[in-house]
C-alpha cells in the first residue's frame, strides 16, 4: 500500500489550498488520518487529524484555517487549508492508521507534496 499527497503548489499570502490524500488500494479499516508538514530546517509538525469516529484536531497555529476530512475509497482524506501564511509553507505527507481483519496495526506514510506560500 502507497499513500500519495496531492495538492500543493505555490500560493500567495491569504490564498487556499486543498490537499488530498490517496491510497493505491483500498485501506483497511481506517483508525486515524493525520496531516503533517515539515518546514526546511525544522521538526515534523502535526497538522491535523481525523479518526474514525469523525473527532478531528489540529495544531494551535491552523486551527480555524484548515480543515481535515475524509474521503472515500482510495481518496482517503482532504486537507482545506485558507488563508495560507508564510509559515504554513513546507512539505506536507499524510499518514494513516490502520487495522486489519485480525486487528492488527499497519501505519502508512505518504510522498509528501510541497507547499510555498509567498509573502
Known amino acids: 500500500v502507497q499513500l500519495q499527497a496531492f495538492g500543493g503548489g505555490l500560493v500567495q499570502a491569504g490564498g487556499s489550498l486543498r490537499l488530498s490524500c490517496v491510497a493505491s488500494?483500498?485501506?483497511?479499516?481506517?483508525?486515524?488520518i493525520d496531516w503533517y508538514r515539515q518546514a526546511p530546517g525544522e521538526q515534523l509538525e502535526q497538522v491535523a487529524r481525523?479518526?474514525?469516529?469523525?473527532?478531528?484536531d489540529y495544531a494551535g497555529s491552523v486551527k480555524g484555517r484548515f480543515t481535515i476530512s475524509r474521503g472515500n475509497a482510495e481518496m482517503i482524506a482532504n486537507l482545506q487549508m485558507n488563508s495560507l501564511m508564510p509559515e504554513d509553507a513546507g512539505v506536507y505527507y499524510c499518514?494513516?492508521?490502520?487495522?486489519?481483519?485480525?486487528?492488527?496495526?499497519?501505519?502508512?506514510w505518504g510522498q509528501g507534496t510541497q507547499v510555498t506560500v509567498s509573502s
Open positions: 499518514h494513516a492508521d490502520t487495522r486489519d481483519m485480525f486487528n492488527r496495526r499497519w501505519t502508512y
Open positions: 481525523i479518526t474514525n469516529t469523525g473527532f478531528v
Open positions: 488500494t483500498n485501506l483497511n479499516t481506517i483508525n486515524s
